[in-house]
């Protein structure tokens, strides 16, 4: 405590030299000034001073607005106010205002230092309590890190989890084999440029990677069928949409995805399935998947038919706007030059399975630099 270093503001000589001579013999380091003006230049050029001891009334200004910008200023140095007048609403005033202590003229030195041992505490125990704060803030910052690291971790698990989910379906069906990963880029590539955010497209990145799940519960006579399925097939079929969403919505962080997966063949008109949404009834994911879903079986091999170009597939996408998919999102698809898509399919070939895999976690990367133009 006695290394303190105090600034006296009096405008009396007389008793700054009293005050200061008194300070320094109990240990203090002292210093003065006259007025609240120069009081303010000295705390701004010297950092180091501790704690002022201020007169309420001096001629060279008002000691209560000289509390008022220490305390605005220098929030963290404690302000004594002393005073020949003995009137408590004064007193009152500069406790209210920041004072820490108060001070009636004339005093003893053993007053004088009493006062300034509870400003020196106070200040101790405001250092105290905001490096406490500080090193909270710190040790929350940190928990913080590491919790949104964890999480990430157990979200990367899951995605490779869905990943072999995915990869599963592909071994029963050969005939779409990559499929579910051509879609997913696709999807994620027209909902970019449609301006969702990243937490969206990291859904409807989910829901375009499991929209066919449910087909695991297909029958192998169905669903390997080689040729025209009959109507009662097609009926089984056509479960798989809410077989999936039925699997999926049980997992938390997959509840929207799974909307997609539950919709993804309904029609813009009304007239898909299972439920027969119609227009915005349809959630936009799944809207969306819809469109990236034509593109690419229209330009897919399949063994009883060769894929055609993405310009052909363009133009039937162009031709079912309003009846099969949503007219403002054909919209953003026919802004997108044919070339890209070309260019993320090759990709999609030269790129590895982990990749893709990562691409669930951050879709928003996917491909990035094939994309990157009029993203």
């Known amino acids: 405590m006695m290394q303190e270093r105090v600034l006296v503001v009096d405008d009396e000589e007389a008793v700054r030299s009293?005050?200061?001579?008194?300070?320094?013999?109990s240990g203090f380091t002292a210093a003065s000034e006259a007025n609240p003006e120069e009081a303010m230049r000295h705390l701004r050029s010297d950092s180091s001073v501790d704690i002022v001891m201020a007169d309420v009334m001096m001629a060279g200004g008002d000691g209560l607005s000289l509390l008022d910008q220490i305390v605005l200023d220098f929030p963290g140095t404690p302000v004594v106010m002393f005073t020949a007048v003995h009137?408590?609403?004064?007193?009152?005033s500069a406790f209210r205002r920041g004072a820490v202590?108060?001070?009636l003229k004339p005093f003893e030195r053993k007053q004088l230092i009493s006062v300034l041992m509870r400003a020196a505490e106070h200040r101790r125990l405001r250092r105290q309590d905001l490096l406490y704060r500080a090193n909270l803030e710190e040790i929350v910052?940190?928990?913080t890190r590491r919790l949104r690291t964890a999480m990430q971790?157990?979200?990367?698990?899951?995605?490779?989890?869905?990943e072999a989910m995915g990869d599963a379906l592909d071994l029963r069906d050969a005939e779409t084999e990559g499929h579910s990963r051509r879609v997913t880029a696709y999807t994620t590539a027209l909902a970019r440029d449609m301006g969702l955010n990243a937490e969206e497209l990291r859904m409807i990145a989910r829901g375009a990677f499991l929209h066919d799940i449910g087909k695991i519960a297909t029958p192998d006579c169905v669903l390997?069928?080689?040729g025209r399925l009959d109507d009662g097939e097609m009926s089984i079929m056509r479960e798989h949409c809410e077989r999936g969403y039925r699997m999926v919505r049980k997992i938390p962080f997959l509840r929207g995805a799974s909307e997609i997966v539950y919709a993804h063949?309904?029609?813009?008109?009304?007239?898909?399935?299972?439920r027969g949404l119609k227009g915005e009834e349809i959630p936009l994911g799944?809207?969306?998947?819809?469109?990236a879903d034509t593109l690419d079986a229209i330009t897919s091999d399949r063994p009883y038919r060769k894929g055609v170009s993405f310009a052909e597939a363009r133009a039937e996408i162009e031709r079912c706007s309003g009846r099969q998919f949503d007219p403002k999102i054909v919209e953003v698809f026919l802004r997108i030059p044919t070339r890209r898509w070309e260019e993320l399919r090759a990709e999609l070939l030269r790129i590895s399975p982990v990749r893709v895999s990562a691409a669930l976690c951050r879709p928003e990367e996917l491909a990035v630099e094939v994309f990157a133009e009029g993203a």
Request: proline residues 4%; glycine residues 4%; aromatic residues 10%.
């Open 153 to 162: 971790d157990l979200e990367r698990s899951y995605d490779i989890t869905l």
């Open 141 to 143: 910052a940190a928990r």
């Open 265 to 274: 063949q309904e029609s813009f008109d009304g007239t898909g399935y299972p």
């Open 224 to 226: 390997l069928k080689p």
């Open 286 to 291: 799944a809207r969306i998947f819809a469109i």
């Open 87 to 92: 009137d408590i609403h004064v007193a009152t």
């Open 18 to 25: 009293l005050v200061v001579t008194l300070l320094e013999r």
């Open 101 to 103: 202590d108060y001070l």
